[in-house]
């Protein structure tokens, strides 16, 4: 992996990473779009209850904010795409980009290279999730559909309670059985 210091736009993909990105972007889909429970209210979906958001997570976290982004962004417009789910709007691709791109913004700020504590992680999943999937949906579901954001927010915020540690977790863990498996 060859990344210049300093700018995130002047990075460089290895064919490894491609493929890992296709397989976070595949992996995405399948999540979101088959294995998620999904809550509606008025013929409008309030919470996907799922881990869909999990491996756009581990792509920021562990491949950079751009792999994060790139992940989210491909696995939401290709997973429309094969499944749609009412009509495109680029609203929510562009929240599903930020899921992968805040995170590893904030871990940045703890300096730390590679291997983050539990604790840090559940601070950068906390800040991206809360500002994507508790402020950034509801306001464009209330935006685009007419949804009052306080309906949405408070089963969004109870369902972010329980995912962010388990998505902690759960890339802490990959994480580990990543480095062992591929040394």
Known sequence: ???????????????????????????????????????????VEMVRIGFGALPVVFAGVYMGPRAGGVVGALGDAIGFWINPMGPYMPHFTLTAALTGIIPPLVLKCFHTKG??????????LAVGQTITAVLLVPYFMQ???????????????????????????????????????FG
Request: net charge positive; glycine share 4%; hydrophobic share 50%.
């Open 143 to 181: 935006s685009l559909y007419g949804v009052p954001m306080i309906v949405t927010m408070i089963p969004r915020i109870q369902t972010q309670v329980i995912q962010i540690p388990l998505y902690a977790f759960l890339v802490k863990s990959i994480a580990r059985r990543m480095s062992i498996a």
């Open 1 to 43: 992996m060859k990344k210049q210091q300093g700018n995130l736009f002047k990075y460089r993909s290895s064919t490894q990473e491609i493929v890992y990105i296709s397989l976070l972007v595949a992996l995405n889909i399948v999540l979101t779009r088959i294995a998620s429970i999904r809550v509606p209210m008025a013929g």
């Open 115 to 124: 291997d983050y504590a539990f604790w840090q992680l559940l601070v950068g």
